[in-house]
């Protein structure tokens, strides 16, 4: 298993809290991806984590499922997004 994986399973990211999360929907091979990016606060060199959700094949789809995960992750939050 490698450094970054075994570090995620033991959760050395969560120990520092979430500033915000954003999905991004990128064109990849005829698909397209859906990407989380989680920002943290920067005490690490790792501070901004992305995950890649899923593929879908058209644009619509990807953004209909992108809003209902980043509307979900927000709501996780301590704190409006940003601190706003």
């Known amino acids: 298993m490698s450094d970054d994986v075994d570090?995620?399973?033991?959760?050395?990211?969560s120990d520092s809290p979430v500033l915000?999360?954003?999905?991004?929907?990128?064109?990849e091979r005829g698909?397209?991806?859906?990407h989380l990016d989680v920002v943290?606060?920067?005490d690490h060199d790792d501070y901004v984590?992305?995950?890649r959700?899923?593929?879908?094949?058209?644009?619509?789809?990807?953004?209909?499922?992108?809003?209902f995960v980043e509307r979900g992750a927000n709501r996780?939050?301590?704190h409006?997004?940003?601190?706003?």
Do not use: K, N
């Open 53 to 67: 959700l899923g593929d879908y094949a058209s644009h619509a789809e990807a953004m209909t499922i992108a809003r």
């Open 31 to 34: 698909r397209w991806v859906l």
């Open 20 to 27: 915000t999360v954003r999905t991004r929907v990128e064109a």
């Open 40 to 42: 943290r606060i920067p």
């Open 7 to 13: 570090r995620l399973h033991r959760g050395a990211w």
């Open 76 to 78: 996780e939050l301590p």
């Open 49 to 51: 984590v992305t995950h």
């Open 80 to 84: 409006p997004p940003l601190g706003f």
